[in-house]
Nanobody, 122 residues
Framework: HVQLVESGGGSVQAGGSLRLSCRASGYTSRPKCMGWFRQVPGKESEGVAVIYAGGGSTFYDGSVKGRFTISQDNAVYLQMNNLEPEDTAMYYC????????????????????WGQGTQVTV
């Protein structure tokens, strides 16, 4: 079965950096794209960044653009710089299950397979 395992979360002071990693297994074919979401208790999940498998096009939420970078090789990474208290959340790695627009589908969590999450506290 599909499994996504995140690592790299932790506590950091404002202005600091963290790098999240995600390793996926159980896929018979590579997902169209991978993404990072975050969620705080009592709020809906928020799509942070997406990277497409072919070509590597990336998309970012406006709140993290210029501070966060999504990349991939055999894993998917989220480099987070200049962290702010508002970035505090549980961060989830996610693999797109569909064939439509990954970024447009970020408001539909059911369109993604999710990992267990890693906590980031700023």
């Amino acid at each position: 079965h599909v499994q996504l395992v995140e690592s790299g979360g932790g506590s950091v002071q404002a202005g600091g950096s963290l790098r999240l990693s995600c390793r996926a297994s159980g896929y018979t074919s590579r997902p169209k794209c991978m993404g990072w979401f975050r969620q705080v208790p009592g709020k809906e999940s928020e799509g942070v960044a997406v990277i497409y498998a072919g070509g590597g096009s990336t998309f970012y939420d406006g709140s993290v653009k210029g501070r966060f970078t999504i990349s991939q090789d055999n894993a998917v990474y989220l480099q987070m710089n200049n962290l702010e208290p508002e970035d505090t959340a549980m961060y989830y790695c996610a693999a797109f299950k569909g064939t439509s627009s990954c970024w447009s589908s970020r408001t539909r969590p059911e369109m993604y397979n999710w990992g267990q999450g890693t906590q980031v506290t700023v």
